[in-house]
């Protein structure tokens, strides 16, 4: 019996969980470390978030904002500074106690998140209205001590963007806050092509020490939900706990209104579980190393290898093209680039050189088409735009066949009783309730979407007046 060419990866159908962690490793995004719930991004994972952060970092400039860098070490006092903050996260902060052999005498904690050196920061730096607005961005690691973990979805140690602005006047950060939420929001669609839900996180979901947080919420190929951006109007909470004041227009000392908003590695997690399936990987060609891989079929005989590199050459300048060489088969070949998601095959051999051809092989539903040599740049463009906007489309399509409406706590029981969906049901805005169908179906409130529908005039919950329509899941 001839060996596999590739290892056979878990049927999503039969075990979700092992059919993601099976696609981790095989299509080698990452590995586990020896720290529990750490992960080691290979190279061909870290390409992939390259080419995502290099976007988005794009699109964080655009809009006028710089990077920074803060420590990776907070004093325990500082983080004490804002209450509400410190009590959000107290369970998930790791702590330094020694330095060396030395016990320190004040206990470090390694971030969590930023709003706090951030806060010491422009409490020094903001003096009057004219050193405002501050809008810095942070590339950077943080260390969350979470009991459950999963490669890229939720790590002791991630990588991410902070975003910490300061302005005048609360119009204005709002104004910033929904502006970075549209960015991310953008990026997902445009980039990543996951449909995504915009909206408002309730008073028990939002940040903690937030006055509101905005959220991007994306489902599942096994119709749980993930966060996969959020984006806070912080208020003057934080201003106030540090004191950052400054001189306004009318000669006043007056406090500073924030934002923060993140956006993580786990999105290669989303990209996976939205958009791979059985065979492996699945990659939106704008997120991908390598858009286009070459295979020279047969490329021993005479004028194989050479007319192969001259497609590459010819493509080079317009797509992430590569091309296999080794003395490898064919077969293996094909196995690997399908269970790392390239986008796009590309075969050429003796007879498609005869022919001016070559044969593309799409990832994503395994059509074949072949292609003048004349018509290659075009087409390869062409092609890797239809893959986006199937990939999409297809995305969206589940999206909509997997969102029912429940009129009462009853039917979402039921719902999520037989399978996994996106619930739209209407609240009273009680956390009673929000509480109680946490309990009794196991969904929590995903967002108050912006674009609002009345379904029903009462509670899905209690009965009682209903104030917003919300979208509730089973969620990561």
Same mark, same amino acid.
């Given at each position: 019996?001839?060996?596999?060419?590739?290892?056979?990866?878990?049927?999503?159908?039969?075990?979700?969980?092992?059919?993601?962690?099976?696609?981790?490793?095989?299509?080698?995004?990452?590995?586990?470390?020896?720290?529990?719930?750490?992960?080691?991004?290979?190279?061909?994972?870290?390409?992939?978030?390259?080419?995502?952060?290099?976007?988005?970092?794009?699109?964080?400039?655009?809009?006028?904002?710089?990077?920074?860098?803060?420590? !990776?070490?907070?004093?325990?006092?500082? @983080? %004490?500074?804002?209450?509400? *903050?410190?009590? /959000?996260?107290?369970?998930?902060? +790791?702590?330094?106690?020694?330095?060396?052999?030395?016990?320190?005498?004040?206990?470090?904690?390694?971030?969590?998140?930023?709003?706090?050196?951030?806060?010491?920061?422009?409490?020094?730096?903001?003096?009057?209205?004219?050193?405002?607005?501050?809008?810095?961005?942070?590339?950077?690691?943080?260390?969350?001590?979470?009991?459950?973990?999963?490669?890229?979805?939720?790590?002791?140690?991630?990588?991410?963007?902070?975003?910490?602005?300061?302005?005048?006047?609360?119009?204005?950060?709002?104004?910033?806050?929904?502006?970075?939420?549209?960015?991310?929001?953008?990026?997902?669609?445009?980039?990543?092509?996951?449909?995504?839900?915009?909206?408002?996180?309730?008073?028990?979901?939002?940040?903690?020490?937030?006055?509101?947080?905005?959220?991007?919420?994306? !489902?599942?190929?096994?119709?749980?939900? @993930? %966060?996969?951006?959020?984006? *806070?109007?912080? /208020?003057?909470?934080?201003?106030? +706990?540090?004191?950052?004041?400054?001189?306004?227009?009318?000669?006043?000392?007056?406090?500073?209104?924030?934002?923060?908003?993140?956006?993580?590695?786990?999105?290669?997690?989303?990209?996976?579980?939205?958009?791979?399936?059985?065979?492996?990987?699945?990659?939106?060609?704008?997120?991908?190393?390598?858009?286009?891989?070459?295979?020279?079929?047969?490329?021993?005989?005479?004028?194989?290898?050479?007319?192969?590199?001259?497609?590459?050459?010819?493509?080079?300048?317009?797509?992430?093209?590569?091309?296999?060489?080794?003395?490898?088969?064919?077969?293996?070949?094909?196995?690997?680039?399908?269970?790392?998601?390239?986008?796009?095959?590309?075969?050429?051999?003796?007879?498609?050189?005869?022919?001016?051809?070559?044969?593309?092989?799409?990832?994503?539903?395994?059509?074949?088409?072949?292609?003048?040599?004349?018509?290659?740049?075009?087409?390869?463009?062409?092609?890797?735009?239809?893959?986006?906007?199937?990939?999409?489309?297809?995305?969206?399509?589940?999206?909509?066949?997997?969102?029912?409406?429940?009129?009462?706590?009853?039917?979402?029981?039921?719902?999520?009783?037989?399978?996994?969906?996106?619930?739209?049901?209407?609240?009273?805005?009680?956390?009673?309730?929000?509480?109680?169908?946490?309990?009794?179906?196991?969904?929590?409130?995903?967002?108050?979407?912006?674009?609002?529908?009345?379904?029903?005039?009462?509670?899905?919950?209690?009965?009682?007046?209903?104030?917003?329509?919300?979208?509730?899941?089973?969620?990561?």
């Amino acid at each position: 019996m001839a060996k596999e060419f590739v290892e056979k990866i878990t049927s999503m159908d039969d075990d979700f969980a092992q059919w993601y962690t099976d696609i981790v490793t095989k299509a080698k995004l990452a590995d586990y470390s020896s720290v529990r719930g750490s992960m080691i991004i290979h190279p061909y994972g870290y390409k992939i978030w390259e080419n995502i952060r290099d976007e988005l970092d794009r699109k964080i400039k655009q809009t006028g904002h710089e990077n920074v860098y803060m420590p !990776l070490l907070i004093p325990e006092s500082l @983080l %004490q500074k804002e209450k509400d *903050h410190i009590a /959000g996260f107290a369970p998930e902060v +790791a702590w330094v106690t020694h330095g060396g052999e030395e016990e320190l005498q004040e206990r470090l904690c390694i971030r969590p998140t930023s709003e706090v050196l951030f806060g010491e920061y422009y409490k020094n730096v903001i003096h009057s209205y004219r050193d405002l607005p501050k809008l810095y961005n942070q590339w950077s690691n943080v260390v969350r001590w979470e009991k459950t973990t999963r490669p890229f979805l939720r790590t002791l140690e991630f990588l991410w963007q902070e975003g910490h602005t300061c302005h005048e006047t609360e119009e204005e950060a709002v104004e910033e806050t929904e502006k970075m939420l549209n960015v991310y929001a953008s990026l997902c669609e445009d980039l990543l092509a996951i449909p995504v839900i915009k909206g408002k996180k309730t008073e028990k979901e939002k940040f903690a020490g937030a006055t509101f947080t905005y959220t991007v919420e994306s !489902l599942m190929h096994d119709g749980k939900a @993930l %966060q996969t951006a959020t984006s *806070h109007f912080l /208020g003057d909470g934080f201003a106030k +706990a540090f004191g950052i004041e400054f001189l306004n227009r009318d000669g006043n000392l007056q406090t500073v209104q924030q934002t923060s908003w993140g956006f993580t590695t786990r999105i290669i997690g989303a990209m996976i579980m939205v958009h791979s399936d059985n065979r492996g990987l699945v990659l939106p060609p704008k997120a991908a190393p390598t858009q286009v891989m070459i295979v020279p079929i047969a490329s021993h005989k005479e004028g194989v290898l050479d007319h192969a590199y001259e497609i590459k050459n010819s493509l080079k300048d317009s797509v992430r093209v590569e091309i296999d060489a080794s003395d490898k088969k064919p077969g293996w070949k094909f196995n690997e680039y399908e269970m790392q998601g390239v986008p796009l095959r590309l075969e050429v051999g003796p007879r498609d050189i005869e022919k001016e051809q070559v044969m593309f092989v799409r990832r994503d539903t395994g059509e074949k088409r072949q292609v003048s040599v004349h018509d290659l740049k075009s087409e390869v463009e062409k092609l890797l735009a239809d893959i986006h906007d199937e990939l999409y489309k297809k995305a969206s399509l589940y999206l909509k066949e997997k969102t029912l409406i429940a009129f009462t706590l009853a039917d979402m029981e039921n719902f999520l009783r037989e399978d996994n969906y996106l619930i739209q049901a209407m609240w009273c805005g009680n956390k009673d309730c929000e509480n109680e169908i946490k309990e009794k179906t196991g969904a929590t409130s995903r967002c108050i979407p912006f674009e609002q529908e009345s379904i029903a005039e009462t509670c899905v919950c209690c009965g009682k007046q209903a104030e917003d329509m919300v979208y509730w899941a089973k969620a990561y």
